[in-house]
């Protein structure tokens, strides 16, 4: 890679690093280090291909849905001897309600499927819309649709009558 496509590379994983965390800490509901590695995975699957990322309308969407498909990817090869853990790592007590209410959503999120989770990230916390979710995860609008309602109800059971506290909050 030329020099200079290497410096607007840096550029831009420097600036949507922590974006991608955040989102992947989501998609992985709340594994921290399997974020990490989702995060490492899609940089750099976007470094091999930067030339043609970077003359794409918007490479931070593009970063998204390099990411989502990663994860979607990982969740199906996933070993069969990997075991999910309900034992979090110990961390700095900021504020014990967000704390609890960050461990309640991310549990909540976990109990979903794969499929669902990425498309409650997708819709609800990149804000995308239905269109740019379906393309995302190359499904019909229908079916984010179908999955958004099946994942909303299914928080809403996990969450309980609790759901309007934890929007409060």
Not at 23 to 46: K, M, P, Y
Not at 89 to 97: K, M, Y
């Amino acid at each position: 890679m030329r020099r200079g496509r290497a410096d607007e590379y840096a550029e831009f994983a420097a600036a949507r690093a922590g974006h991608l965390y955040r989102s992947a800490c989501l998609l992985t509901a709340g594994d921290t280090h399997h974020a990490e590695d989702l995060v490492q995975e899609t940089l750099g699957r976007l470094y091999v291909s930067w030339q043609r990322v970077s003359r794409a309308g918007n490479p931070a969407a593009y970063a998204q849905t390099v990411l989502t498909r990663t994860f979607l990817a990982q969740k199906r090869r996933r070993s069969s001897t990997e075991r999910a853990t309900d034992v979090l790592p110990e961390r700095a007590d900021t504020a014990a309600g967000d704390a609890s209410l960050r461990l309640t959503l991310l549990e909540a999120l976990a109990r979903l499927p794969a499929k669902d989770r990425a498309v409650v990230v997708l819709r609800y916390w990149e804000d995308r819309s239905i269109q740019e979710t379906a393309d995302a995860l190359h499904v019909s609008s229908a079916a984010v649709r179908t999955r958004c309602v099946r994942a909303l109800a299914r928080l809403r059971e996990l969450l309980g009558e609790d759901l309007a506290e934890y929007a409060a909050a």
